[in-house]
């Protein structure tokens, strides 16, 4: 599993909106493929929940 094509922010010091990422998955057989796919599910689940605690932080009062 390669990252290829990364994207966020455009400006310096500043916490971007969104951001993303390509992933190359190669893989010698069905196995190994399954098991790429349920790590890129995992990887997805975490983001998710990385979005999620930093909308809770924004929320906060100042």
């Known amino acids: 599993m390669t990252p290829t094509v990364l994207a966020a ?18 893989a010698s057989s069905t196995a190994d493929r399954d098991r790429e796919y349920v790590e890129v599910a995992q990887l997805q689940r ?13 929320e906060q009062p100042r």
């Open 46 to 58: 975490r983001a998710a929940l990385l979005a999620r605690l930093v909308e809770l932080v924004r």
């Open 9 to 26: 922010g455009t400006t310096n010091n500043t916490v971007p909106a969104e951001a993303s990422v390509h992933v190359d998955v190669r």
